[in-house]
């Protein structure tokens, strides 16, 4: 099945500065890469997605790179504010929607 | 909020003992996903239901069993519970036939704790 790489597992930047967050996919057949946020005790949230067929997309202060000959894709926050403190995770799809999660990156930004 | 809700939101259950958890999906959605998130972990995925069809299944074993309604709310049972069941289970919901990749929305959850 599919195989998830998230890197790093923690990291802490100032406010202001960049993030990125990388992760790596095993199975060429993924077609949908989606990054969600947990805060303490909540549910994971979609913050952005991209599809096989694109290599960027950009929403904001947040963006995601996808190169499919590598099998990574990564997720980058420009402009870090306290409120992105968080943990991270990607994702990969299968088709068939069944979606395969990386093992988290804790962001901390520090004020 | 996505429009996915979960119950029940606490449960503390003994090893041996069974239980059923449940999911109504985000109207409009017709797949449901489940997935098992140990402390500090990603969620793991468990198995999908489609139209009241299961259609797919992560490594999990048979004790892990699941239920789809008319309505597409969805039911994860877990017989003979372990004390490594304890988690946060999730449900995500989906719209879209089998084959396409679509996003899911996440419930709140269902913290599960096994004594």
């Known amino acids: 099945g599919e195989n998830v790489e998230q890197h790093p597992s923690t990291l802490s930047v100032q406010e202001g500065d960049s993030a990125v967050i990388k992760c790596t996919y095993s199975d060429s057949a993924s077609n949908y890469f989606p990054w969600y946020k947990q805060e303490l005790g909540k549910r994971p949230q979609l913050i952005i997605d991209i599809r096989s067929n694109v290599g960027e997309k950009k929403d904001q202060r947040i963006a995601v790179t996808l190169n499919k000959t590598a099998k990574h894709f990564s997720l980058h926050i420009t402009e870090t504010q306290p409120e992105d403190s968080a943990v991270y995770f990607c994702?990969?799809?299968?088709?068939?929607?069944?979606?395969?999660f990386g093992t988290g990156t804790s962001l901390t930004v520090i004020p | 909020e996505t429009g996915v809700t979960q119950s029940p939101t606490h449960l503390i259950k003994t090893r041996g003992q069974q239980v059923t958890l449940r999911c109504s999906s985000q109207s409009g959605h017709n797949t449901v996903s489940w997935y098992q998130q140990a402390l500090g972990q990603g969620p793991q995925f468990i198995f999908q239901y489609y139209r009241e069809e299961e259609n797919g299944r992560g490594n999990f074993p048979p004790r892990f069993s699941g239920l789809q309604f008319p309505n597409y709310s969805s039911e994860l049972n877990v017989n003979a519970l372990e004390l490594d069941d304890s988690a946060l289970y999730l449900c995500a919901s989906s719209a879209g036939p089998t084959g396409v990749s679509y996003e899911q929305y996440f419930g709140p959850g269902t913290r599960l704790t096994v004594t």
């Open positions: 994702a990969a799809s299968v088709p068939g929607n069944q979606f395969y």
